[in-house]
């Protein structure tokens, strides 16, 4: 079945560090790629869909300067959060969707980020 | 818009009994239908889909959902839950269209808790 790696898995950082968080589709092409928050016993929260070749569209009230997604290939779209702060610690999951219309959105592992 | 509303925060079971998840959607369009699972600190992943055809769907371990559509209800069926069966469970929507890029929209999710 279709795999999409989500790297790292968990990150421990300072106050004022940028984060970078990768998402691979490894088996397929993926023209559109979702970032999405969990915060704790919540749903995940859309925070913007990255098409391949363009830019980002963020959902409101989601900050494009920091949160910033890059989706420069068919296979990689990344996520940066800029000068992270404690109040950005949380759940961070990725998926892909394969190009045919009616194909699910595949799942990353997550990204557990947490900011001291 | 489409909005999705998951009836139960919390669901507690034995295990060998059966468990229902219920899922109510609301959609001024057609509609793809989906359940997913999520383990403790992981990703989602894909128990079923609901794209065409056949009301009843079948998916992973053991899972089935029926699609009514006059009730616009997909609830998830397991006849005899196990240990492993404990996890949080996500419906989701989207659009029933040809493109790739439309957003799921998640229910707030159920929490399954199966007890010895």
């Known amino acids: 079945g279709a795999v999409v790696s989500q790297h790292p898995s968990r990150v421990i950082c300072k106050s004022g560090t940028s984060v970078k968080i990768e998402c691979r589709s490894l088996?397929?092409?993926?023209?559109?790629m979702f970032w999405y928050r969990q915060f704790p016993k919540q749903s995940l929260m859309l925070m913007a869909t990255?098409?391949?070749?363009?830019?980002?569209?963020?959902e409101q009230g989601v900050e494009k300067d920091k949160f910033l997604i890059n989706h420069a290939s068919l296979t990689l779209s990344t996520l940066t959060v800029t000068s992270a702060h404690p109040e950005d610690s949380s759940f961070y999951i990725c998926?892909?969707?394969?190009?045919?219309?009616?194909?699910?959105?595949?799942f990353g592992d997550g990204t557990r980020l947490s900011i001291l | 818009a489409q909005s999705v509303t998951q009836l139960d925060s919390q669901v507690p079971v034995f295990e060998e009994a059966p468990v229902e998840l219920r899922c109510n959607y609301s959609?001024?369009?057609?509609?793809?239908l989906f359940w997913y699972v999520q383990y403790p600190n992981q990703g989602l992943q894909l128990l079923l889909k609901?794209?065409?055809?056949?009301?009843l769907v079948k998916g992973i371990n053991g899972f089935e959902a029926e699609f009514n559509k006059s009730q616009t209800s997909f609830h998830l069926r397991k006849p005899s839950v196990h240990i492993s069966d404990t996890a949080e469970y996500f419906c989701?929507?989207?659009?029933?269209?040809?493109?790739?890029?439309?957003?799921?929209?998640f229910g707030k999710g159920t929490l399954l808790t199966v007890n010895p």
């Open positions: 088996d397929f092409q993926a023209t559109t």
């Open positions: 989701a929507v989207r659009v029933n269209s040809g493109g790739s890029n439309y957003k799921l929209t």
């Open positions: 990255s098409n391949e070749g363009s830019k980002a569209t963020y």
């Open positions: 609901y794209l065409s055809g056949s009301t």
């Open positions: 959609s001024s369009v057609s509609v793809y």
């Open positions: 998926s892909a969707s394969q190009p045919q219309g009616n194909q699910p959105q595949h």
